[in-house]
């Protein structure tokens, strides 16, 4: 059976991997984000408990982002020819859209360290 370029496995992998690097964030982003906004109170110190699960949830998007990598670049791709994974140009998107997004991600789980510098 021919296997789908794209499929829903390099795109679960990287969705994953943008869920555990939000999650990976949140106690440093979410309060400096809702201040931003306005928004405060002694409830946005709770945020600050997720510190203690961020270095799981950056080893998770380290994992998933490996797993986008792996199949992006060096898993067999097999296409039936006329399908949409058998034009070139679909695998230079889905290449991109990986790098943009592997991008931001190095930007939400570095926030903690460079935030410092700012504030």
Sequence with gaps: MAEKIGSSDSS???A???VAAILASICCVGPLLLVTLGIGGTWIAQLAEF???RPLF???TLLFLGLAFRRLYFAP???VPGTICSDPRTMKRQRTVFWVVS???AGLISIPWV???FF
């Design 51 to 53: 510190e203690a699960v």
């Design 16 to 18: 994953g991997g943008v």
């Design 115 to 117: 935030a410092p510098v």
């Design 77 to 79: 791709k097999t296409c």
């Design 12 to 14: 679960g992998s990287l």
């Design 103 to 105: 991008t931001l991600l």
């Design 58 to 60: 950056i080893g998770l």
